[in-house]
């Protein structure tokens, strides 16, 4: 046969999902860099978005006067009794 001293010839007609995969991930055209770079935005960035749509992060100076804030209120509480 002609494909038996082929080091490099595919079995099948080379149309299979592994072949379409290793083209889209190894071609380089810039349609595939672009969808690339795009799912992994993705990835990063919905997660992202749902753990950052909540309360606002508080500075370290609103986390200290609150808790200064809680202190003395449990201090006032104790001294009461």
């Known amino acids: 046969m002609a494909s038996e001293g082929n080091p ?3 079995v099948g007609n080379g149309n299979g999902f ?11 055209d810039k349609k595939h860099v672009f969808a690339g ?7 990063f960035a919905v997660p992202w ?15 200290l006067e609150k808790a200064d804030k809680a202190r003395s209120a449990r201090l006032s509480s104790s001294s009461a009794k």
């Open 8 to 10: 490099n010839a595919r």
């Open 18 to 28: 592994k072949s379409k995969l290793n083209h889209f991930l190894y071609s380089g």
């Open 37 to 43: 770079l795009t799912i992994i935005t993705a990835i």
């Open 49 to 63: 978005y749902y753990m950052s749509r909540g309360s606002k992060h508080q500075s370290h100076q609103d986390y």
